[in-house]
């Protein structure tokens, strides 16, 4: 067995998948720059990080169930819908994700709330935080079947411990007592640890009616609002201002 062989396999019985799959471009490098023995040394163990690194953040992307467009990169400022550029450059500093506080994005269909939520997510997971996206249609059904799939329960375990979780659509329809009462009893127990990013149309005076229930309405709001930046969202739509046509003009 060559040395090259030899290496490759060895890396392989350690796990060191990264290192075995860019063995051979290592090689050019120090055959062409001719580094140290520590140097070298520690290009081995970077490419091997690298590769640990870029296969975690996959891993926490696909976790994180993100809509097809999510890139803040695209985001268009000029776009008038009430947050300014120098607000949205705030956002994406994420102090108030160190701080815990949340956000809620109201306003009309259309005027950008899932997107800059969906891309406030991923510029959190690349920067290092826990983050998921689900809809508040996929938060009620992991509510209800945690206690019967091995699936809902791992969604359930990963969500309580997140950083920061988007919950998109929140009361576009009515919500029945009991399961409003199982959104609250979740909420509460993200109260203060996990930071939440809310979209809804509805303002908060509405919510009581579509929960049929001031009460819990008002208990699950004051967990919402304790510490939150409410942002009135407003225009036009923008997929109405921007659709397309399969026809020419």
């Known amino acids: 067995m060559n040395p090259t062989t030899t290496f490759t396999s060895y890396c392989q019985q350690l796990a060191l998948t990264g290192l075995a799959a860019g063995f051979e471009s290592l090689i050019e490098q120090v055959q062409l720059h001719q580094p140290g023995y520590v140097e070298y040394a520690n290009l081995l163990l970077e490419t091997e990080l690298t590769h ?19 890139d803040l990169e695209v985001y268009d400022e000029s776009f008038q819908n009430g947050l300014s550029p120098a607000q949205f450059n705030q956002l994406k500093e994420l102090t108030w994700l ?45 509510l209800k079947m945690k206690d019967l799939t ?21 009361m576009l329809f009515p919500v029945a007592k009991t399961e409003a009462a199982k959104l609250f009893g979740f909420i509460n127990q993200l109260f203060e640890r996990t930071s939440l990013i809310i979209t809804t149309n509805k303002a908060p005076q509405e919510w009581p009616q579509m929960l049929d229930d001031e009460v819990l309405a008002t208990a699950l ?29």
């Open 52 to 70: 640990r690194r870029k296969k975690e953040l996959e891993r926490r992307l696909k976790d994180a169930r993100l809509p097809l467009v999510h």
């Open 221 to 249: 709001l004051d967990r919402i609002l304790f510490r939150c930046q409410v942002i009135k969202l407003s225009g036009k739509s923008f997929r109405l201002l921007n659709r397309k046509s399969i026809f020419e003009n």
């Open 150 to 170: 091995r699936t809902a329960m791992a969604d359930f375990k990963r969500l309580t411990k997140a950083h920061l979780l988007v919950i998109d659509d929140i």
């Open 98 to 142: 160190d701080q815990n506080f949340n956000l809620v994005l109201m306003g009309p269909s259309g005027t950008g709330k899932s997107f800059i939520a969906a891309g406030l997510c991923h510029h959190a997971i690349k920067m290092g935080y826990k983050g998921y996206f689900r809809t508040i249609d996929q938060i009620m059904d992991m």
